[in-house]
């Protein structure tokens, strides 16, 4: 099994539209929880951390289910700067150590 | 904030040739340096952990003769891509921390071996 796991995608929205995604990790001793964010051909980019009682900056809400082992951003009126990847990513085990990387799910916005 | 460069960010080499790839921490003391590669249409992939002054940890499947790192300072991580073949193409990335920061990336380095 993949340490962290994502639906690939394409989700392609209008724009305003709201949209989900969803990630899974394998290893229960993660701590740390991240949402990247990465252009094509660009470095990955902290879009935001994500913590247990979850949180939410702007137009982004990432939630955290520890018992699940779940993670989850939404974003609402999308905008077409918002067409990237999103990555899910979980640090190896105790904070401070290797971030684990998701596959990446793609997001398209159109007008 | 705290900032990380890469260099080179682009290189074309023959099959054949070793490649080093700088990471340099610019404003922060980074005892702790990640390598990580990402194919196309792949996520970034670990592939070692490197703390200052010590040999790196290597992530399984990863050749650590292959890709020598270097981290003799708190400031710069080197990997060498030891004869470079084609199938070594792709995008090379390191992040950087130090006490209490988060990682930092660099740039990238996109890698083509002919």
């Known amino acids: 099994r993949k340490e962290v796991e994502q639906d690939p995608g394409p989700f392609n929205v209008p724009e305003g539209a709201t949209v989900a995604f969803n990630c899974t990790y394998s290893?229960?001793?993660?701590?740390?929880f991240f949402w990247y964010r990465q252009d094509c051909r660009k470095e990955p980019k902290l879009l935001m951390s994500?913590?247990?009682s979850g949180n939410e900056d702007g137009r982004f809400t990432a939630q955290l289910n520890r018992a699940s082992q779940y993670i989850s951003l939404l974003i609402r009126d999308s905008k077409l700067s918002d067409s990237a990847t999103y990555l899910c990513?979980?640090?190896?085990?105790?904070?401070?150590?290797?971030?684990?990387f998701g596959k990446g799910t793609t997001l398209s916005v159109s007008s | 904030g705290a900032v990380v460069s890469q260099h080179p960010s682009w290189v074309i080499c023959k099959s054949g040739t070793s490649v080093k790839i700088e990471c340099r921490s610019l404003d922060f003391q980074a005892t702790t340096m990640f390598w990580y590669r990402q194919f196309p249409k792949q996520s970034l992939m670990l592939m070692a952990t490197s703390n200052e002054g010590s040999k790196a940890t290597y992530e399984q499947g990863v050749e650590k003769d292959k890709f020598l790192i270097n981290h003799a300072s708190l400031t710069l991580s080197t990997l060498t891509v030891t004869s470079a073949h084609p199938e070594d193409s792709s995008f090379y990335i390191c992040?950087?921390?130090?006490?209490?920061?988060?990682?930092?990336f660099g740039d990238g380095t996109r890698l083509s071996i002919l």
């Open positions: 990513v979980v640090n190896r085990n105790q904070a401070g150590t290797a971030l684990i």
């Open positions: 992040s950087a921390r130090g006490g209490h920061q988060p990682q930092h």
């Open positions: 994500v913590y247990s």
């Open positions: 290893n229960s001793a993660s701590q740390s």
